[in-house]
């Protein structure tokens, strides 16, 4: 071979590789500790406290991560008394309950369902599609279709209790959907497993009384979940449409990326939302957003817009609630 050539070829093998060392994430900033804390669990709201409970059965078990977020926001899509999330969750404003989940793993695979009528486990659905198909996320009846060819049963989700609730807001009809900011809201959680792998998983219905097809953040991964298992993990709770806005998990994961805390991170992004509320004309004091951060040294953080936020976080010693700082 001439030696030009050679030359030729070499340097054709040197720009390939300049350009996939260009493509592949920068890590500026963020540092790996040597003793991550391990196994962590954090999730969204005071019923994130039983939620962590049942994912500890499998992280403190040496179980994986992505198992364990499943099975533990599984606990709060079962329990009917929880009226926003799964089975007993606030209908739409026609009286049906639907449904948005996603889930992330630590190979970035992830799947997704939104507007799901009638399965408990929306969660579990949205593993599916991330396993058994070559797409992300279902929606609606092709959701419904997919889950019942899976074997999830069919049952109706709407409680007489989450009925005789849409009964009374029928009478006034407003629809102006504000987000609760008491105890009880979306479960997003994150968790750093005993192999070091992070994964998500986050479920509702969504704003009560919502327009039917509404779809907020929750089943949008990088809005409402993100994870990359080389940085870290963060879940919103509040008002989707200003997540989805911001892309708002993905901007707290990046902004660990940077090299800020998972606290830092969080505050950021809820100073972008602020911003982009007060941009949009719309009113800051209807408007809660919440978001849980993790990075893989198990460090955690939390921010909120406005005070009543909580989460909750498991380690080997504890699992306590949380109040989260705000920024009003
Ligand atoms: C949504 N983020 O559907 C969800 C609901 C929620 O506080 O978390 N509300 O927009």
């Not at 599609?129 to 419904?144: F, N, Q």
């Not at 953080?301 to 005070?307: D, E, H, I």
């Amino acid at each position: 071979m001439s030696t030009r050539r050679k030359f030729l070829q070499l340097s054709a093998l040197a720009s390939a590789g300049t350009l996939l060392a260009s493509c592949l994430p920068q890590k500026s900033g963020f540092q790996i500790s040597k003793n991550p804390r391990k196994p962590v669990v954090l999730s969204t709201w005071r019923f994130g406290l039983e939620a962590n409970a049942e994912a500890w059965k499998i992280l403190g078990n040496n179980g994986k991560a992505l198992d364990a977020v499943e099975q533990g926001v599984r606990i709060v899509e079962d329990n009917p008394e929880e009226r926003s999330v799964g089975y007993g969750g606030r209908p739409d404003r026609d009286g049906k309950v639907t449904l948005d989940a996603c889930i992330m793993d630590e190979n970035a695979n992830i799947g997704a369902v939104a507007s799901l009528e009638n399965i408990k486990n929306p969660i579990s659905v949205a593993r599916a599609v991330m396993e058994k198909t070559p797409h992300v996320m279902l929606v609606g009846d092709g959701a419904l279709q997919f889950a019942l060819e899976q074997g999830f049963q069919s049952m109706n989700l709407l409680t007489p209790e989450s009925e005789k609730e849409w009964r009374e807001w029928l009478k006034t009809s407003t629809y102006s959907p504000v987000a609760n900011i008491e105890n009880h809201d979306t479960i997003g959680m994150i968790a750093l497993d005993v192999h070091g792998n992070l994964s998500g998983a986050c479920t509702t219905s969504g704003m009560a009384f919502k327009m039917h097809g509404r779809v907020g953040d929750s089943p949008i991964i990088g809005a409402g979940l993100f994870v990359d298992n080389e940085i870290g993990a963060a879940t919103a709770t509040g008002h989707g449409e200003e997540v989805i806005r911001t892309c708002g998990s993905y901007l707290v994961v990046e902004m660990m990326r940077q090299g800020r805390s998972p606290q830092e991170a969080c505050e950021e992004a809820v100073k972008r939302i602020h911003h982009f509320i007060r941009k949009g004309g719309r009113n800051e004091k209807e408007i809660q957003i919440g978001f849980i951060a993790l990075n893989k040294n198990g460090e955690t953080g939390a921010f909120c817009l406005q005070k009543g936020f909580n989460y909750a976080v498991h380690d080997d010693k504890n699992n306590v609630l949380i109040d989260a700082k705000s920024l009003l």
